[in-house]
């Protein structure tokens, strides 16, 4: 056995990469965005939910928003709806004082929930 079988966590990447179960158009790619390093100024890209989870954190929620709405024509509608509504989970973890800080309210998180769930056109699980 590699060393890297004994990982459970490689295991588990390995099956889900390597699904030879699953069909070439069911495999999703999340979109990159392309960002600028403030400090070197060096332009690189990352997935779009490495950087909104760096916006989140960083409670520049309304870019972070922006950002997943700008980029929804570049998903497919099970995609967008995966990835905004880790978004909005993301949110209701925030407390009221950070959502404040972030120019956000919990009422949004809910209003945005009910765009994404127009827009995508699904219902609540």
Request: some cysteine; glycine content about 4%.
């Amino acid at each position: 056995m590699m060393e890297y079988e004994k990982d459970w966590f490689m295991r588990q990447v390995k099956a889900a990469v390597f699904n030879p179960f699953k069909k070439p158009q069911e495999v999703q790619i999340m979109p990159m965005v392309f960002i600028t390093d403030e400090a070197t100024g060096e332009e690189y890209s990352v997935p779009i939910q490495n950087y909104l989870l760096e916006l989140i954190l960083k409670l520049r929620i309304n870019e972070a928003e922006n950002l997943l709405y700008s980029k929804s024509e570049e998903m497919t509608n099970q995609l967008f709806n995966e990835l905004g509504t880790w978004f909005y989970d993301c949110l209701d973890k925030l407390s009221e004082e950070e959502l404040t800080q972030g120019s956000f309210t919990k009422a949004e998180v809910a209003q945005g929930r009910a765009d994404l769930q127009r827009l995508t056109n699904t219902t609540e699980k």
